[in-house]
């Protein structure tokens, strides 16, 4: 199982970033995927996820309405849009999968500020 996150960067407030996670070595239509974030000094927490089918998403109440978590089963990948952001979403995000046991990448950073 691999899982390679991309699309991190600098961006101001305000801005936009979209992030992409390409998946390996399993049946990616088959397993619900997430992305998570982790502050410096914080724990890892729960951005977004999404079912197989992509039908069906959530999210944490700090991201709703600014952030979106999608699909592509052709392409085995996952995305998230995040719009609107703040200094507070500064923070690695990763990409999760989890097939018995929990699966994650190696992490994208996400910087937000002036």
């Known amino acids: 199982v691999q899982l390679v996150e991309s699309g991190g960067g600098w961006v101001q407030p305000g801005g936009s970033l979209r992030l992409s996670c390409a998946a390996s070595?399993?049946?990616?239509?088959?397993?619900?995927m997430s992305w998570y974030r982790q502050a410096p000094g914080k724990e890892r927490e729960l951005v977004a996820s999404?079912?197989?089918?992509?039908?069906?998403?959530n999210y944490a109440d700090s991201v709703k309405g600014r952030f979106t978590i999608s699909r592509d089963n052709a392409k085995n990948t996952v995305y998230l849009q995040m719009n609107s952001l703040r200094p507070e979403d500064t923070a690695v995000y990763y990409c999760?999968?989890?097939?018995?046991?929990?699966?994650w990448g190696q992490g994208t950073q996400v910087t937000v500020d002036t």
């Open positions: 999760r999968a989890v097939i018995y046991v929990n699966y």
């Open positions: 070595g399993f049946t990616f239509s088959s397993n619900a």
């Open positions: 999404i079912t197989r089918s992509g039908t069906t998403t």
